[in-house]
């Protein structure tokens, strides 16, 4: 047990401004056996960003063989850049018996789920879209037109989400990170995860 | 949510020595919307036994009858005595937001199985079948050839026990009922538990 467990993966996805990623920093806060996933993308780094650290930083070129060669678990385009989840960076972390956080949409969701069926899959959501519509407004960095499409958005992946195992409800951030480690933690007490335990008692 | 939600109902089964009533109680302790079922039984009540909170105490006419009309949600005979799992009691229970936590044997579970398909079923077993034979000679109360038949029976129940959800190794109690709470929180959060809030969102 412990050390020699192998870590579980965890995908955690829902609407932009659930706080999904507020909501996993909680959960994994002072856990050296958890960890948030590191992506490789092919956009330029940023003034104050390290490689490795935000992204793992590549040229187009390599990405599209990581691809080919089926290094990523998941990939999507956004604003002309390529983003994807690094097969081997996740794969080293569950070996050594972390658990690895995906903070992705809902299709990159999908093609993890068709690459590693063990993955728990996660759906975070607002209270409501009312609530949602609310958190946006108060940031004032997004314009009727974004908030509204990012709403439109929100209700699409609602329709598409019924390959999740889990539906965790963000109305106070502390509250749903409890229930993202007791997700975690049930997972591990899975029969299927542990059932060599009858077979060595 | 919170009081308008169902509670769970949670089968824990194990060897005997395993620890179930200890963890279970550590799990419950303090939460007002959790308890222990109180089981029906055709056997004289013990000095100090009160109606009600150890047993309910019927007799045996009555209990048959509970049989026929599947009031029952499990039952077996033990030392010429019957002892039962009131159905009412436990829907109650579950209908005023209560998770309810039944401590019965392989066979009891899989008749709650059957009757109720979303019962959490739960095996909790010790670390090892050595260990549980050190906590058996250590009670002092069994004799050699009562502590050979519990570890026989224990064999077997670990070969019965494929139909279990979860498995709680019970090696610190205060971990094991850690587990046991995680476990019922995940439950909560389930994507069919909780997928009527997608469409209301």
Redesign the interface.
């Known amino acids: 047990?412990g050390n020699t467990e192998k870590g579980k993966l965890i995908v955690v996805s829902g609407p932009s401004g659930a706080g999904k990623s507020t909501v996993v920093f909680k959960a994994i806060n002072g856990r050296e056996d958890m960890c948030f996933s590191t992506s490789v993308t092919s956009r330029k780094p940023r003034p104050g960003e390290i490689d490795g650290r935000e992204y793992f930083f590549i040229d187009r070129e390599r990405f599209e063989k990581m691809v080919e060669s089926d290094e990523l678990l998941e990939h999507a385009v956004y604003v002309g850049n390529y983003y994807g989840t690094p097969r081997k960076f996740v794969e080293d972390k569950l070996d050594a018996g972390n658990s690895v956080f995906l903070d992705i949409e809902v299709q990159g969701a999908r093609q993890v789920k068709e690459k590693k069926p063990d993955a728990v899959m996660v759906?975070l959501?607002p209270p409501?879209?009312d609530e949602l519509r609310k958190r946006l407004e108060k940031r004032g960095t997004e314009s009727e037109e974004t908030i509204c499409n990012r709403l439109s958005r929100?209700?699409e992946e609602?329709a598409e989400?019924?390959f999740?195992?889990?539906?965790?409800?963000n109305d106070d951030p502390d509250i749903a990170a409890?229930?993202l480690?007791?997700?975690l933690?049930?997972?591990k007490?899975?029969?299927s995860a542990?059932?060599h335990?009858?077979a060595?008692?």
Chains 1, 2 share one sequence.
């Open positions: 047990m759906f959501i409501t879209l929100a209700r609602y989400a019924d999740y195992d889990y539906i965790v409800v409890a229930e480690n007791a997700i933690l049930a997972e007490c899975r029969f542990r059932k335990m009858l060595e008692a």
